[in-house]
C-alpha cells in the first residue's frame, strides 16, 4: 500500500479530482486543456505528484478556478499561519516562491499569498482568468512587478495593482524580497 500523501500534496489532489469532477472532463481533457501530460496529471491526483506554481495555474485556468482553491485546505476554523510555515509551492523558472495564506471563498472569489524572491531569473506569468487583478504590497526587498510591457519598481511599503488577465513579471530586484499578493477573480 503506498504511503499516504504529505499535507499539501493531498490537499492539491483531493482539489483537482473535486473541480475536474464539478467541471465534467475526464483527467485526459484537463491535461489537453491545461497543457501537462496525463501522467502529470494522475501522479497529481493520486498525491505523489510535485507540481509547480506554472503547473497549477495552468490546471486553475483551464478548470476556471483561482489557484488557491487548488492549495488550501478545506477549514472553518480559526487558521494561523505561522513565519516560514504554511503550503510553499515553488517556480520552476526564478527563485520565487509562494505562500497561499487564504482562499477566497466560493462567493468572494479572492487569494492572499505572501511571496518571497531572490535576484536572477524572472517570474513570468501568463494571464489568469478572465478580468483578474493582482494587488501587490512589498514588505521588505525590492521588486520589479507588473505587466510584461509596462513593469513598475516597487520598495517595502510600496504598493500596485495591475491587470491579473495579461502576461505579467515579477523579479527580485535585492536579496530577501517578499511582498504581499492579493489575488480577485470576477
Known amino acids: 500500500m503506498p504511503p499516504e500523501p504529505s499535507a499539501p500534496l493531498a490537499t492539491i489532489a483531493t482539489a483537482l479530482r473535486r473541480e475536474r469532477e464539478r467541471v465534467g472532463i475526464s483527467l485526459t481533457e484537463l491535461a489537453r486543456r491545461a497543457g501537462v ?4 496529471l494522475s501522479h497529481l491526483e493520486s498525491g505523489t505528484g510535485n507540481p509547480s506554481v506554472e503547473t497549477l495555474w495552468a490546471l ?7 489557484f488557491g ?3 488550501e485546505p478545506a477549514d472553518d476554523a480559526i487558521r494561523v499561519i505561522r513565519a516560514g510555515e ?12 509562494g505562500t497561499l495564506l487564504s482562499a477566497g471563498a466560493a462567493h468572494l472569489r479572492r487569494d492572499v499569498y505572501l511571496i518571497e524572491l531572490e535576484p536572477g531569473a524572472v517570474r513570468e506569468a501568463d494571464g489568469h482568468t478572465p478580468r483578474s487583478v493582482e494587488h501587490v504590497v512589498v514588505a521588505a526587498g525590492r521588486l520589479r512587478v507588473g505587466p510584461e510591457a509596462n513593469p513598475v519598481d516597487l520598495d517595502p511599503g510600496d504598493y500596485a495593482t495591475f491587470p491579473g488577465d495579461l502576461p505579467h513579471r515579477y523579479e527580485a530586484l535585492l536579496p530577501g524580497t517578499f511582498a504581499v499578493l492579493v489575488m480577485e477573480h470576477p
Open 69 to 71: 482553491r487548488l492549495v
Open 37 to 40: 501530460a496525463k501522467s502529470t
Open 86 to 97: 504554511g503550503p510553499r509551492i515553488r517556480s520552476e523558472q526564478a527563485d520565487f516562491t
Open 60 to 66: 486553475g485556468v483551464a478548470l476556471g478556478v483561482p
